[in-house]
């Protein structure tokens, strides 16, 4: 295949620069655990096997630099997935990674560790490259000072504000965008208020939905359909409350289809619509997203409005970035417009390059990932092997892609069997072959990892 520039990447650059700049881009995945330091919400839970898996989620942006990028991730790629992404016509960007990484940690905390790779970025930032993390936190913002590289977007305070799921849910009301009746608790007298807005919905038989103010892929989400685990929940969090809070209360509404778009605020100002995406979710945690989005012209009208109008206040709140907002289609076809904003990176913006080579106008996809079972490290050419042609190939029309490996093996360190996951895009002519491939791919990959055992 023909190699294609990354048009996605050029107007972000300069979206979030101002100019033509080389950009150095970071994978540090799940910043919201750092910007909710210090807040009180939901009781927050996570495992080792799931944190060292994100931490290398890092590996995305392989995919979202070009040749002029550098990107910097935990641990060098599979040497034989990088030769498979450039057949496939990818222009990647340079790698850089530190000496030492421990699974456990971000990959900011990898690259702060570690002198030479500081004064390489250092010497980066000299001749002109700009940092472009998945999202930004205090951590980023101090490896930007000692490496004297610029932000390309807004800070962390900016940030950290417009992620929050009160900010959104206020920033709704302001613009009057539809959302599901709710109340946001910031202190104890606002938590009394929403628990008897509460009550009183589950009284009349509707569910409600407690919501940290930082919660990130379904983490921080609690159904409430009792009135018993309301009275519960209100005493565990009116116990912690003298401080201030970070929780909000919605009324569970019936959905037809979950939906993700982003859009771009630049230096001016500028509200720039991306694209929108179907977003796969269970049981709030994302899964996934099938391109392109079931919408129609009027939905999809009503979703542009929405976010020149969103855009529009965050320029105003100093914020300057990749917006992805979650929104939802209820049963009727009415839209929800906004349910809340991310002021970060998506899984979406990482997959964007992968549609304007592969998928276009006349093709659908499946971003996914597929969970494995394994008692050892997976060779890149093994997986190959096992898929049985499954793979994208350079001339292919459909197929498996393969967009993140690393997190494959990110767990083998653990003892024993360990779980990883295998990112990829599913291209297809049509709904029935994407399905095929879906479910071939499954199947390929029970019989491999059954087969290694």
Not at 83 to 106: E, H
Not at 399 to 413: E, I, K
Not at 428 to 446: G, Y
Request: hydrophobic share 40%; glycine share 10%.
């Amino acid at each position: 295949m023909t190699t294609s520039p990354n048009t996605a990447t050029d107007r972000l650059r300069r979206a979030l620069s101002g100019a033509d700049v080389p950009l150095v881009l970071l994978g540090n995945f799940e910043v919201e655990q750092y910007w909710a330091v210090g807040e009180r919400g939901l009781p927050r839970m996570s495992s080792t096997a799931s944190t060292v898996i994100v931490n290398r989620m890092d590996e995305f942006t392989l995919l979202l630099g070009g040749p002029r990028d550098h990107v910097v991730v935990k641990a060098a790629p599979d040497p034989d997935y990088v030769s498979y992404l450039t057949d496939l016509g990818f222009q990647l960007p340079q790698i850089l990674s530190p000496a030492r990484q421990d699974p456990r940690r971000p990959v900011t905390a990898d690259v702060m560790a570690d002198t030479a790779l500081l004064a390489r970025l250092a010497e980066l930032g000299d001749a002109g490259a700009w940092l472009w993390p998945h999202g930004v936190s205090a951590a980023e913002e101090e490896l930007a000072s000692v490496t004297g590289l610029p932000f390309a977007g807004a800070g962390a305070a900016v940030c950290k504000k417009v992620n929050s799921k009160i900010y959104s849910r206020l920033l709704a009301d302001r613009v009057g965008l539809r959302q599901p009746d709710g109340r946001v608790c910031r202190d104890v007298t606002e938590l009394t208020e929403a628990c008897a807005w509460a009550r009183g919905r589950l009284l009349g038989g509707i569910p409600v939905v407690a919501k940290d103010a930082f919660g990130v892929s379904g983490k921080g989400l609690l159904v409430i359909r009792e009135e018993a685990a309301l009275q519960r929940l209100q005493r565990m969090v009116g116990r912690h409350a003298e401080g201030g809070l970070s929780l909000l209360f919605e009324e569970w509404v019936d959905k037809h289809m979950d939906l993700n778009y982003q859009m771009t605020v630049d230096r001016a100002g500028t509200v720039r619509f991306d694209f929108v995406k179907e977003a796969l979710t269970e049981a709030g945690a994302h899964r996934g997203h099938r391109i392109p989005a079931r919408l129609t012209d009027a939905q999809l009208a009503e979703l542009r409005a929405a976010a020149l109008a969103i855009g529009k206040l965050l320029a105003a709140d100093g914020y300057v970035g990749v917006v992805g907002v979650d929104a939802m289609v209820d049963p009727d076809g009415g839209v929800y417009p906004v349910t809340e904003i991310n002021a970060r990176n998506n899984m979406s913006t990482y997959q964007e390059r992968i549609r304007e080579m592969f998928v276009g106008e006349r093709r659908c996809a499946l971003a996914t990932h597929y969970p494995l079972q394994l008692d050892r490290s997976l060779p890149f050419d093994e997986l190959d092997g096992g898929l049985g042609g499954l793979l994208l190939r350079p001339g292919d029309s459909t197929g498996l892609l393969v967009n993140n490996f690393a997190t494959v093996n990110a767990a083998a360190a653990t003892s024993g069997g360990f779980e990883g996951r295998l990112y990829a895009v599913v291209v297809a002519d049509d709904e029935q072959d994407l399905e095929s491939i879906d479910q071939a791919v499954r199947t390929r990959l029970h019989d491999l990892t059954k087969g290694r055992r």
